[in-house]
Structure formats: structure tokens, C-alpha cells
């Protein structure tokens, strides 16, 4: 009678499983899919690349899985930083957090103060995260120790220089390429080519052209004081009383105020695009911005060259260079949700696929195999030269270079954008008092930027 | 040897049906009869475990969300794209009246162009701001360096995007520049994209020329039957692409000066017009235009979680009715299924209003075949292993519980009555009391000598006759006394029925018997006194 019982459960629960299936409710599947939101800020020709991954996604490992990629949102890095600012903020109006989200670690920090991402060393093993580059992997740190930030690829900052222009100069100046080393050197080359163009024009005074400038000159005066044996950071505050900043800044200051640096608000790409610049430092995944042509205010279009060139260095100062990229960020939620989201970060930064997104947009991929044997064997498949030539400059620079990353605290992006600001707005005005006959000495001017 | 036979189951027929079969006939019955209510009652309340009138309902409710919205929003477009040609127009006719010139001098004084839209910047980031749409643009049908090669499809304009779309005036929607001189980019803070290009390039793009033609053949026409909406369209250069509301650009003295309107990308349609994924996350939208029942979506536009833009048809689709209501839209290769609806874009007595949009929402054909089939399958499976449970829950019923009867039955064949075994059943337990109390009283009767044992003289005669029976007689009176027919006696001796047949005449006749009935009798008799066996 027992025995019979027995068989009946055993029967019954047979039955069951047949018609509910076995559910699990902590992991998505194809009956019972999830779809996750994701921002990005792959534009231009590097949506192509990141489309393409996606879709590989959605219609292999995700479709097994049940896990749908919606990209709801393309846009520049400071514009998805605003969004998340406000949702930071909890601003009225503000956007639903993604679910994934690329981001710098000094913008990830807001939300992982708040507990609203997940530590993504949960969702990978020891033996997983052992195949990224450690120093990557640090970097998505924050103060707790967690993995908020995963590395999807990273970049340097590089010097891009229109060879076209440059050997048009060189060949009328005499300008040596060699300059272009070091920032004194760029500095000369600065007030010698504004002249050389302002001299063009006998008619017209005061229409040279600048030859130099920085996407960020945050980053440049933090790798600039980094070269030099110092900091500009003390703490969590700007450190601008060293002799070694003085020497930074007046390197900068005096061809800036004749009309050799530019300083503009946008990115270098944009003045590159006119012609209105010779070389800028930036970062090497800009590459693709700044195309290979010169368009005149007639419609006349230039086809140039451009050659990269390594980070300069401050004379005397050490090889050294920011590391910079941002990563994955993943949003703190329901537990298949986040198991989603941490499978696709897993099969987006495989060594596969972060090959094929490096191949075509000039970052750098961050797994120990695709970054020391597969980039190196891969470079000359690269189809797009432009990425072929700044993928051979910067492995360069990784040999000869030693590489910091700026810290992460939660003041940090803040006070970047205001040395940003105020150092550019402070160079506008006194450029404007030179060209009037009132400058300042270095002295007034260094003065007035630490007021 | 008989007795073996009957014990190993070779026993003679019985009349009647045996209870066990009976029973389990019974219960298979009335658990059947109630497994084929259980389905008519599904069926009666159109439970059938089709998902036809789920999906249906799924992709016309769709269609019907989406028709509604995107019909609101592209009319509102249409209306604040004439409003944003009548505003630069109007700006226009002022620069023309400072510059002392007509918009006929345009391509005559080159110089005047950068001007003239630096003027018009402040307008459209205003009518931007306000739309929802992806980008603004305005070109003038001129260029500024005529003599360069490719100058007659070179275009000077401006054309400003959105990179963050569905945002409207929202924080952290910016702008970005795609066409127009660098220069006034600059003055205006807006960073130029990738792909700029100074001037538009319209030799790949008919859109423009064709509006602006069609402006030139109708002056009197007013611009709200003038405007067209194209095809999705990739700006030379661009990697992006979208359709485009084109509204002619006409001036006081009534020239045709250009084009200007609204860009509404396939990121922007994908973000705010995707169907609902939470059923199917496979289904999208879709808006083309439509030509002799083909749905042209290498012109149009798709939308859906599941697919980005790169992902988009490039082969025209044509349409067919197929059963269940729902349309087929194929391209030879891929196979979708869902509904459409048309898209009135323009007044009916506009130019264009021959050209026929449809809004559709769309499955993989193989996603909506399965959703109509629904879990039909699974209900039949069900009710076929309902059928199954009812099955063996009728055999284990049947005999579980007839066991006890027939064990009761046994015992009262062997006459053991006792009391101390009772089954579990009342009525049985009566039976087996009541026969014990028959036996006992018997038992008294002969006892107190009521029941003397002696026997009729018929009877008496009968035992004598079975003495004067042959052997093989006696072996096949033997087999009547088991209970054997003729038929099978034959078969039991290896014998004809004919020969059975004799013996049967000669047992008859010396028994002094006259049927088998009358035979029958007298063999219960013997059983009764318990001397078979023993004659």
C-alpha cells in the first residue's frame, strides 16, 4: 500500500513538472525573457560597430537565453553624464536609470554612494576576472572595493597632428617635428606658427592661427604634474602652489595669450576639421572624429594626413600618460535582471568581441589575451588605417609609458569641469588684454587662477 | 487432471460477466464520461487553447496605440514643419530687403549665403526645441562656390540634429551640426558631428529637387498641400538616416528658394514607436510607403526592442491575406505576420496625396504561428492523459475493491463462514452470517435426526445406474460432474462430438434420464451429499 502510494506521488509530481516546467525566477529564458535598457556612447561610425554587436547578441547568446538588448540612448559621454547626473539628483523630469550604462568611474560613484549598482564580482568568478588586465580592473573600483565599473575598453590620450599642415609649415619655417615631443617644444612651435600664419595676411594683423590644443587640460595638468615627480591633487583639492604647476602653466600661458593655443569649448576634432589647428592632445579613441579632410570656408575640401604621435612629455619630466575609457555599469535591480545584464557584460568584453570592436574604433580592449597576443597579431588586418596607425602608436606608448589613472572620489568630475572652465575662460581674457597691450605677467595671471 | 486444468485457468464458460470486468467497465465509463464533460465545458466556454484571438488582439490593439499616436504626431510634424517654412521664409524676405537683393540673386551673390543662415540658426533651434523630431534642416538652392566640381548637386543649408531624440527640451539633449559652414557652429556653441560636411550633397537625394520643383509648378498652391514626406533617406557622408518632412521655402515675390523641415530618424522612430515587447519580443513596427500591395520597407522605417536600425529589411515586402485574419509580408527569404493600417500623410488634394503610407506591426511569421496555435496541444494532452489516469485509476479501483468479494465468495464455495475474518463490506458480512447460522441449524436438525439421510428412491435408482456405466462412459459422466459441455469433453478425451454424442445417449439411457436439465439435478444432488468422487 506504502509502495503504491509512493507511485502515485511519483506519478503526480511527473505530471506537474510536465505542465508547469521547471521555472527558475533568479534567471531569464527564452519563454521568459527580459530586455534591459542600455545607454552608450559609441556614436558615429563606432554605433555601426556596437549595432552589429548587439544584434549578434540579441540573436545568439541572448536569444538562448532570453536576454534582449535595447539601446535606448547614443550620445557623447558629457551628455549621458548629464542624464545621469539628474537621475543622480533625482531631478523632476529625469530619465529611468538604464540598466547598463557606460560610464566613467568618477560619474558611477554618485550611484554606488547611493547602493544602486551591482558589484559585478558577483556574477564573475576568480578565474574570470583573471583574464582582464589587472590594472583595469582595479580601475572600476570604488571606495567599497566593489567592481561597479567593468572595463570595456580603454584609451590613452595621444597627440594628433595634421602632417599635411605641419610639413607645409616646416617646409616655409623651418619647424622641427622633433619639437613635438615635449610641451615647451609644442609651446615654441605655437607662437612661431601663429606668426608665420598672421604674416600670410600683411593687411589683416592679428589673424594668425593656433597651432596647439588640449581636449582636456584637466588631464593635461594632472599628467603634466605626474611627469614632473608631482601631483595636482592634494587630497581632494587642486594642489596649483608648486613651482613644478607654475612651470606648467607659464609653458602654456605665453603662447595662449599670443593666439597659439586655441581654446575652445568643444572638442579639437571639430577645429581640425577646418584647418584650424595643427596638432592636439586627445584621446585615442577620438581618431575616427576627426576624418582626413580640411573643408575651407569656400567649400573647398583638402584631403590631409594625420600622424599620432605619443603623449608629449614636459622637458626633464617622465614618460608617463593618462589611462582613461570608462566601462560597464550595471544597475542595481531584481536578480535576473542583473544576471542578464552581467551575462551580456561577460560575452561584450570576451576576447572575440572586444577584438571587433577595438578593430574598428581605436580602443583598446582590456583582456589579457586580446591585448597582449591578439592586437598585436591582428594590427595589419585593421581595415581602417587611421585605427591601424593609432592602434601601432599607442602599443608604442604602452612599452615606453607608464600609465596612471586619475582618482575616483566623488568630487572629482566637479572639480575637473570648474579647473576646466576657469583655466580657458582666464587664458580668453588675458588673450583678449595682450592683443589690447594690457597682459598680465605670469605671476597676476597664475594668481588670479588660484583666486 | 480436469481439476488441474480448471485450476491453471482453462475453466468452462459461465454465463454472465464477471464482477471485476463489470466494475471496471463502470468506472471507466463514468471517469471517461466526466474527462468528455471536462472538454465540452472547455470548449463551451472557448477555452480551446487557441492563442488566435490573444494575438490578434495583441497586434491589432498595437497597431491601433500606434496608428493613433504616430497619425497625432506626424500631422502636428506637418503643421510645425509649414509653420517653420513660413518663419524662415519670412526671415528671408527681411535679410533679402537689408541686403538690398531679391531671393532670385542668391546664387548670384554667393556671399550672402553664410549670412543669411546665420540668420535662420535662432529659428530653428527655437522650432527644434519644440518638435518631436530628430534633426531641423534648411537648404537653399544654392551653393556657395559654384565653380567647383560637383557644384550642381552641392547645397548650402544648415541641418542641426539631436543626439539624445525623444528628449524634447529636455536637459541633456544637445545639439550637433551635420551640415552648414563651420563658422556659425562656433558662434552658436553647437559641436559639429563626425560627419559634417559644409554643404549638403543632393546626388544621391531627390527629395529636395522634387519638392522644390513641384513648389515651382503650383505657385499658387498654399505650402499645407505642398510639403511631402520622403523615404528614408541616408545624407551623402552620414551613417544615420531617417524620412524626411520636406516643405518648400517661398518668398514674398513667390520664388522658390529652397527647402526646409524635420527629420525624423530611425533611432527616434525606434525609440518612441516600438510595440509593446512584454508578450513577444520579437514583434516591431514598421512604417513604409505602399505601392500595388508591396509594403516598401527599404523605404521606411522598423521599430522594435529586439532590433536595432542596422538590423533593418532592405527587400520591399509583399502583402497577402492568410487565414486567421493576419497579413503575410514576405521577401522571398524571411516571412512576417501581423497587420497594417494606412497612414494619411497628406490632404487629399495634395500632389502626393497618391502616395500611400501603412503603418504595420509585425511578428516572424514562425513567432506568430506558434502564438495563433497557442497551447492547444498541451489542453489535448491533458484531457488524453486525464483519459490515461482514469484508465488504470479504473483497473486499480476494480480490483481493489473486489478482492474482498471475491475472496468472500470463495469462502462461502468452501463453506467456511467463520465470523473471525470478516471483509470489509456489511452487506457480505450478513451473507456470511446468515449462512453460518443456516449451516449450524442444519447441523442441529440432522443432528436431533429431522434430516435422516435417507434418499429419494429416484436418486437411489440414479446411484445404482452410475455403477452400470462403461469406462469411457464413466469418464465422460466424470466430465459432466466438473461442469464440462460436450464440445469441450470432446476436445478434453480427444474425441468427436459424435462419439460424445453416443456416449451421451448411453449414459442417458442407463441413468434413466431423459435431458441434460433433468441430468444436472441429480449431479447437485450428489454435490450436495458430497459423493462425487466417491460413486
Not at chain 1, 84 to 100: Q, R, T, V, W, Y
Amino acid at each position: 500500500m506504502k509502495r503504491s502510494a509512493m507511485a502515485w506521488v511519483c506519478a503526480l509530481g511527473i505530471v506537474l513538472g510536465l505542465f508547469c516546467g521547471c521555472s527558475d525566477r533568479d534567471r531569464p529564458s527564452p519563454k521568459d525573457p527580459v530586455t534591459l535598457t542600455m545607454w552608450h556612447n559609441y556614436g558615429g561610425e563606432m554605433q555601426k560597430t556596437m549595432d552589429a554587436l548587439i544584434d549578434e547578441f540579441n540573436s545568439t547568446e541572448g536569444k538562448e537565453q532570453g536576454i534582449v538588448i535595447n539601446v535606448t540612448a547614443i550620445s557623447s559621454s558629457a551628455e549621458l553624464n548629464e542624464s545621469l547626473e539628474m537621475i543622480a539628483n533625482s531631478d523632476p523630469g529625469a530619465p529611468a536609470m538604464p540598466d547598463i550604462c557606460t560610464v566613467y568611474p568618477k560619474v558611477a560613484i554618485r550611484f554606488q554612494e547611493k547602493g544602486a549598482l551591482v558589484d559585478l564580482q558577483e556574477y564573475f568568478t576568480q578565474e574570470e576576472l583573471e583574464n582582464y588586465l589587472p590594472a583595469f580592473i582595479e580601475e572600476g573600483k570604488l571606495e567599497d572595493g566593489g567592481l561597479y565599473v567593468f572595463p570595456l575598453a580603454k584609451s590613452t590620450e595621444i597627440l594628433y597632428l595634421n602632417q599635411t599642415l605641419f610639413d607645409r609649415f616646416a617646409q616655409a619655417t623651418g619647424a622641427s617635428q622633433e619639437k613635438l615631443a615635449t610641451f615647451e617644444g609644442i609651446a615654441e612651435l605655437s607662437q612661431k606658427y601663429y606668426r608665420w600664419t598672421d604674416a600670410q595676411t600683411p593687411d589683416t594683423p592679428g589673424d594668425g592661427k593656433a597651432f596647439f590644443t588640449a581636449d582636456s587640460w584637466f588631464n593635461l595638468a594632472q599628467v603634466g604634474m605626474v611627469q614632473l615627480g608631482d601631483s595636482l591633487l592634494e587630497g581632494e583639492s587642486l594642489d596649483l602652489e608648486s613651482e613644478k604647476y607654475r612651470h606648467i602653466f607659464e609653458t602654456l600661458w605665453v603662447p595662449a595669450v599670443e593666439g597659439g593655443i586655441a581654446l575652445y569649448d568643444g572638442y579639437s576634432s571639430d577645429l581640425s576639421k577646418t584647418g584650424d589647428l595643427v596638432c592636439s592632445t586627445g584621446s585615442s579613441a577620438g581618431i575616427l572624429f576627426y576624418g582626413d579632410t580640411i573643408t575651407y570656408p569656400d567649400n573647398r575640401v583638402e584631403q590631409v594626413e594625420y600622424s599620432i604621435l605619443p603623449f608629449p612629455v614636459f622637458a626633464g619630466g617622465e614618460k608617463a600618460a593618462i589611462q582613461r575609457g570608462g566601462g560597464l555599469m550595471v544597475a542595481k535591480s531584481e536578480t535576473r535582471r542583473e544576471y542578464a545584464a552581467a551575462t551580456f557584460v561577460k560575452w561584450l568584453t570576451a576576447p572575440r568581441q572586444n577584438m571587433r570592436f577595438i578593430a574598428s574604433t581605436g580602443y583598446l580592449p582590456v583582456t589579457k589575451q586580446a591585448f597582449e597576443t591578439d592586437m598585436a597579431r591582428q594590427i595589419d588586418e585593421v581595415e581602417d588605417g587611421r585605427v591601424k596607425k593609432m592602434l601601432a602608436a599607442v602599443t608604442g606608448m604602452y612599452e615606453e609609458y607608464r600609465f596612471f589613472t586619475a582618482p575616483t572620489f566623488a568630487g572629482f568630475d566637479e572639480l575637473g569641469k570648474d579647473y576646466e572652465r576657469d583655466f580657458k575662460a582666464l587664458l580668453r581674457r588675458q588673450g583678449e588684454s595682450a592683443r589690447s597691450g594690457t597682459a598680465p605677467t605670469v605671476e597676476e595671471a597664475l594668481a588670479q587662477l588660484k583666486d | 487432471m480436469a481439476k488441474r486444468k480448471r485450476q491453471e485457468g482453462h475453466s468452462p464458460k459461465r454465463a454472465g460477466t464477471p464482477l471485476q470486468r463489470r466494475l471496471f467497465a463502470f468506472c471507466t465509463g463514468m471517469s471517461g464520461f466526466l474527462v468528455v464533460l471536462f472538454a465540452v465545458l472547455l470548449l463551451a466556454f472557448g477555452i480551446n487553447g487557441s492563442g488566435r484571438e490573444a494575438a490578434y488582439h495583441f497586434v491589432g490593439g498595437e497597431l491601433s496605440h500606434l496608428d493613433n499616436e504616430l497619425s497625432a504626431d506626424l500631422g502636428r510634424l506637418s503643421v510645425q514643419g509649414i509653420a517653420l517654412s513660413e518663419q524662415l521664409s519670412a526671415n528671408a524676405d527681411s535679410f533679402w530687403r537689408r541686403a538690398g537683393m531679391a531671393a532670385g540673386d542668391l546664387q548670384s551673390q554667393p556671399q550672402q549665403l553664410e549670412p543669411l543662415l546665420a540668420a535662420q540658426v535662432q529659428t530653428m533651434k527655437g522650432m527644434i526645441g519644440q518638435a518631436r523630431c530628430s534633426g531641423v534642416f534648411l537648404l537653399l538652392d544654392a551653393t556657395v562656390n559654384p565653380a567647383l566640381e560637383g557644384a550642381e548637386s552641392s547645397r548650402a543649408g544648415l541641418f542641426l540634429i539631436k543626439t539624445q531624440p525623444s528628449a524634447v527640451d529636455a536637459v541633456g539633449s544637445k545639439l550637433h551640426y551635420l551640415r552648414g559652414p563651420a563658422e556659425i557652429a562656433r558662434e552658436n556653441g553647437v559641436e559639429l558631428l563626425g560627419q559634417w560636411r559644409m554643404e549638403f550633397d543632393l546626388s544621391e537625394v531627390d527629395c529636395f529637387k522634387e519638392v522644390m520643383n513641384q513648389a515651382r509648378e503650383q505657385p499658387e498652391t498654399p505650402l499645407s498641400r505642398l510639403y511631402r514626406w520622403s523615404g528614408r533617406v541616408s545624407l551623402k557622408g552620414n551613417s544615420g538616416s531617417g524620412i524626411l518632412l520636406c516643405v518648400p521655402l517661398r518668398s514674398e515675390d513667390g520664388t522658390v528658394f529652397g527647402v526646409c523641415g524635420f527629420e525624423m530618424s530611425d533611432r527616434l522612430f525606434k525609440l518612441d514607436y516600438s510595440p509593446n515587447s512584454d508578450a513577444y519580443t520579437q514583434a516591431f513596427a514598421a512604417i513604409a510607403p505602399v505601392e500595388d500591395g508591396v509594403f516598401h520597407i527599404e523605404r521606411g522605417m522598423i521599430a522594435g526592442n529586439y532590433y536595432l536600425t542596422s538590423m533593418r529589411m532592405e527587400r520591399p515586402l509583399s502583402m497577402a491575406l492568410e487565414r486567421e485574419g493576419f497579413f503575410c509580408y514576405t521577401d522571398g527569404s524571411d516571412r512576417f505576420g501581423g497587420l497594417h493600417s494606412e497612414l494619411k500623410l497628406y490632404p487629399d488634394d495634395s500632389p502626393y496625396g497618391e502616395q500611400k503610407w501603412a503603418l504595420a506591426v509585425m511578428l516572424p511569421q514562425t513567432v506568430l504561428a506558434r502564438a495563433v496555435k497557442g497551447n492547444s496541444s498541451y489542453l489535448l494532452l491533458i484531457v488524453l492523459l486525464l483519459f490515461g489516469l482514469s484508465f488504470v485509476s479504473s483497473i486499480f479501483i476494480s480490483r481493489r475493491y473486489l478482492r474482498p468479494v471475491t475472496e468472500a465468495l470463495n469462502r462461502i464455495k468452501s463453506r467456511d463462514y467463520g465470523v473471525t475474518a470478516p471483509t470489509p463490506y456489511v452487506e457480505i458480512n450478513d451473507l456470511m452470517e446468515f449462512l453460518a447460522q443456516q449451516e449450524e441449524a442444519r447441523g442441529q436438525e440432522v443432528a436431533a435426526g429431522r434430516i435422516t439421510g435417507e434418499m429419494p428412491p429416484l436418486f437411489e435408482q440414479f446411484l445404482g445406474n452410475v455403477k452400470t456405466l462403461s469406462k469411457a462412459e464413466r469418464k465422460v459422466f466424470d466430465l459432466y460432474i466438473e461442469g464440462y459441455h460436450a464440445q469441450e469433453i470432446a476436445e478434453e478425451l480427444h474425441l468427436s462430438i459424435n462419439t460424445i454424442k453416443t456416449h451421451n445417449r448411453r449414459i442417458f439411457a442407463k441413468l434413466n434420464v431423459s435431458t441434460r436439465k433433468e441430468l444436472l439435478v441429480y449431479l447437485d444432488m450428489m454435490r450436495e451429499l458430497d459423493m462425487i468422487g466417491k460413486g
